[in-house]
């Protein structure tokens, strides 16, 4: 079992539409990330978060550590946020990577 | 304020040859990560370094792969007598200490032929 999970792994939706990931954890962290990657692209750091909710734009970031949970919400998508959205927990110094969901939204 | 630099940004190699990735650290950034994007998998952490020092390594394979951070310059990740398995992106990230946030740099995509 992977130490980061995220679901789903593959999501495409209608621009317009309010997008919702998820991602769990097993391990210890003192940080959780969440990073954009476009195809063949660099990567992006939308939040890091170690407690609570935060916002940017469209984009909230929850985390509840007791039951080691992070959703990334994406309100009103659009085309443009197509790419692939990573969950990173920060442990032990290091990150360590959930597999990614890749989103595709159509116009 | 420049953000984590990389380069070269596509390194092509011929099996057998060294490859040398080089990482700049955003200004007044001491701590620098390398993690490696295999095709059509996830990012996996390789080594983690301050000036002059591996803090942790296990994610680097045993043989052929070293990384410094000198007091002067940029880090570099090595691999030497590369194999096609090598082909990947990787990416350098850096951060002011272990509970700030990480910046990355564009990475480096190593074509083995």
């Known amino acids: 079992k992977n130490e980061v999970e995220q679901s789903p792994q593959n999501l495409t939706a209608q621009e317009g539409e309010f997008i919702t990931i998820n991602c769990s954890y097993s391990?210890?962290?003192?940080?959780l990330h969440w990073l954009q990657q476009h195809p063949g692209g660099g990567i992006v750091s939308l939040f890091m978060l170690s407690s609570g909710k935060k916002k940017h734009g469209r984009l909230i970031a929850t985390i509840n550590i007791q039951e080691k949970h992070s959703s990334l919400h994406i309100t009103a998508s659009h085309p443009r946020d197509s790419a692939v959205y990573i969950c990173?927990?920060?442990?032990?110094?290091?990150?360590?990577f959930g597999t990614g969901t890749r989103l595709q939204v159509f116009p | 304020n420049a953000g984590v630099m990389q380069n070269p940004r596509h390194l092509v190699r011929r099996r057998g040859q060294e490859a040398r990735l080089r990482c700049s650290p955003m200004k007044g950034h001491s701590h620098v990560y390398w993690y490696r994007q295999l095709p059509e998998e996830g990012l996996k952490f390789m080594v983690y370094l301050q000036k002059e020092n591996i803090i942790d390594e296990s994610g680097m394979p045993k043989e052929r792969f070293s990384a410094e951070f000198p007091k002067e310059g940029p880090s570099i990740l090595r691999i030497q007598q590369v194999v096609r398995g090598d082909s990947a992106a990787y990416f350098c990230?850096?951060?002011?200490?272990?509970?700030?946030?990480?910046?990355f740099g564009p990475g480096t995509r190593l074509t083995v032929l």
């Open positions: 990230a850096s951060d002011g200490g272990s509970y700030n946030e990480q910046f």
């Open positions: 391990v210890g962290i003192s940080a």
């Open positions: 990173a927990v920060r442990s032990r110094g290091m990150l360590i």
